[in-house]
């Protein structure tokens, strides 16, 4: 995405004919970011090359993940939905791997029949749920089993999820227990260690701190895990600040890890990934001055990205066109929903604007389109993905008949 003689324009498709042509709110994401991402993901980490299982629930498209699994890639589920849209994208479920702290017997079942590569179990009763489902089918379970490491991954809290007082995964002490209830059972093979210590990771430190706790639990274990699965979480820049997860570290970390043990390492990432490729493109509705600011209404709203309003999250603020109009101006950018953190940004010095010019909010292709909803009766955005000068809907708009 730049600006082309003061046009917004992603890939060669200028921002202004998609919206004239396409409506707003629209999602577009570009396929050479994509591209990028994860030939860039797979180098930073090429001298020992892991499983790269895409997390589906920060882009829940079935188009996009089906480009995404033509790299190779396999995929991270947390619910039997996700699993059906993964298999449904042609991904191949010896690279599938379930996780999450509520599976049911439902879920459990169907991943044993889909035979998935592992199913990461985060608590004893789950085990022992599995343990019945796979003795009852007189299957053999590939198993992980998710360690809770006890590491401050230093992000947001609602979105750090390895310290002991978070729900995932299980302390040491259990996890030891659960390796031998695992060596006693006939219808359990335990091939995994899993972590995920948290998402928009920008600090290398605490994945070090994790390796760490991991290589000495299974020296206690004694156990020859086939695989260490190490989540995802890799932070991206959003906004302006160009802050970026030192990868060369992380690699040499792992390196260091693998020297001592042998084992197949699986990421999980999700933001790093689709996170840079995605934007959405909103119209202005109303200016409504106001004293110290004006407020710019969008037809974008917080059902349709949900994560300004959930985390204070920001997402960069563009306009379609740079103009030369002088005046600078104070602007709160928000949406038409009836409640006050329906919005998206507080924004000083930005181009005055007029109504009917078009907004786009960058960085959305994680946990954009993934975290919609429908509320207030808004039909969800349409989904087009952008390859040069070539434009393919991949989600239609929703229609109100199809919320009637
Ligand atoms: N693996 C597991 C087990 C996870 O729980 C997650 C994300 C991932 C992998 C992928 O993490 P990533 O590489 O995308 O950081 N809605 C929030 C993010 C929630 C992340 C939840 N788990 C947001 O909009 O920032």
New binding site residues.
Partial sequence: MKYIKKILTIEKVKVRDIAKKFDTPTYCYSYNQLKKNINDFKKNFESFSPLICF?I??NTNVNLIREIKKFGLGA?V?SIGELMMALKAGINPKKIVF??VGKTSKEIAYAIDKKILLI?AESKSEIKEIDRIAKNKKKKVQIGIRLNPNTDANT?S??S?GKKENK?GVNEKTFLELVNYCMGSKNISLKCLSV?I????LDHKPYEKMLNVIDKIIVKTKHNFEFIDL?????ISYGDNNRKLNYTKYNIAIKKFLKKHSTKIIF??????V?NIGFLISKVIYIKENDEKDFVILDAAMNDL??PA??G?NHKTLTSIKTNRKSKKTYEFVGPICESTDKFASLKNFQKLKEKDIIVMCDVG??GMS?SSNYNVRPKPAELLIEESKIRIIKKRQKHKDLM
Avoid: C, W
């Fill in positions: 997390a629930k920060s991270d947390v996780s999450g990461n947001l609602q979105i999820t995932f995920h948290g998402s928009q990771i989540g995802g979480g890799m932070g999980e990432p999700g933001r790093s990934i996170g949900m994560r959930l985390y999250a994680a946990y975290l």
